[in-house]
């Protein structure tokens, strides 16, 4: 599996996020952004796949 890279803002970006749930949601949207992102993790894929319906 070919390494990915995160943006500075994009770690931001996680950093702003409000994580209701345990640990395993901070890994499974880790995950997704690995898995549905392209080589560089971008804050617009952090907000789309870690908040995907914000209020």
Not at 26 to 41: A, G, H, T
Request: proline letters at 5%; hydrophobic letters at 40%; a positive charge.
């Amino acid at each position: 599996m070919a390494k990915k890279k995160i943006d500075d803002k994009a770690i931001k970006e996680l950093q702003l996020v409000n994580w209701t749930g345990n640990i395993r949601e901070f890994r499974n949207i880790i995950e997704r952004l690995i898995i549905l992102s392209p080589e560089i993790i971008e804050a617009t894929h952090v907000k789309q796949y870690a908040n995907p319906n914000p209020e």
